[in-house]
């Protein structure tokens, strides 16, 4: 098992940009959540989803869109870059939602925004 | 509102000199209280979960433990390869799996 890959591992992008941020997992895990790590601040939870076709907003959501049409697969959307969402991000996946079972995070993505 | 605060911020500690990681919280409803640690330029690696006050977890050299306000990381008898930074973070009761993280401890043990 691969477990919880992210594409790419660095982007810079200008204000305004678009980009998707990859991730996918192949443990056939119900939950996936997206989160951003800034220092002094621990990992916020920006969106999650409970299974496919469904999603929900986390902490700090504003800025960033998700879908989720595999079990697989959950992409982070960022519309229009800005220098606030410079970050690292990472992806998690976990077997059940609803239940406690342990989270597996991606290596992260190392975003900048100029 | 659920929080969780991590001390000290930072730990530096000799080789073999054992210390303890805090963690507090406030949420409603624990479901679940998680240990991870990260290594610089890496994502979290799990290390236990608590669910209960009283619920004590060991793995090599660490060991965690909760209460009904805090948890503890025991760190005996450090190697260097213990040097990371460690997230402390909450589920609760009535989420889908999220899970609300300290701010972490960053480690650093000296041969």
Not at chain 1, 83 to 107: D, I, K, M, N, W
Not at chain 2, 50 to 71: D, N, P
Request: proline fraction near 5%; hydrophobic fraction near 30%; charged fraction near 20%.
């Amino acid at each position: 098992n691969a477990g919880v890959t992210q594409t790419p591992k660095f982007q810079v992008l200008k204000t305004g940009q678009s980009m998707t941020l990859q991730c996918a997992q192949d443990m056939n895990h119900e939950y996936m959540s997206w989160y951003r790590q800034d220092p002094g601040m621990g990992l916020r939870l920006i969106h999650y989803s409970v299974g496919a076709g469904i999603t929900d907003q986390g902490e700090v959501p504003n800025g960033y869109n998700v879908s989720r049409s595999t079990t697989e697969d959950f992409p982070l959307r960022l519309l229009s870059a800005a220098p606030s969402q410079t970050s690292v991000y990472f992806c998690a996946s976990s077997y059940r939602a609803g239940g406690t079972s342990e989270q597996f995070f991606g290596p992260g993505t190392r975003l900048t925004v100029l | 509102e659920d929080q969780v605060t991590q001390s000290p911020e930072a730990l530096r500690l000799q080789e073999g000199e054992s210390s303890s990681l805090n963690c507090s919280y406030t949420v409603s409803g624990l479901r679940g209280l998680f240990w991870y640690r990260q290594d610089p330029g890496k994502g979290p690696e799990f290390l236990f979960t608590l669910y209960s006050a009283g619920e004590e977890k060991e793995k090599e050299r660490l060991k965690a433990t909760l209460t009904k306000k805090e948890s503890f990381l025991h760190i005996t008898a450090p190697k260097p390869e213990d040097s990371a930074t460690y997230l402390c973070a909450v589920q609760a009761g009535d989420s889908w799996g999220k899970l609300q993280f300290g701010a972490g401890t960053q480690v650093v043990v000296t041969p």
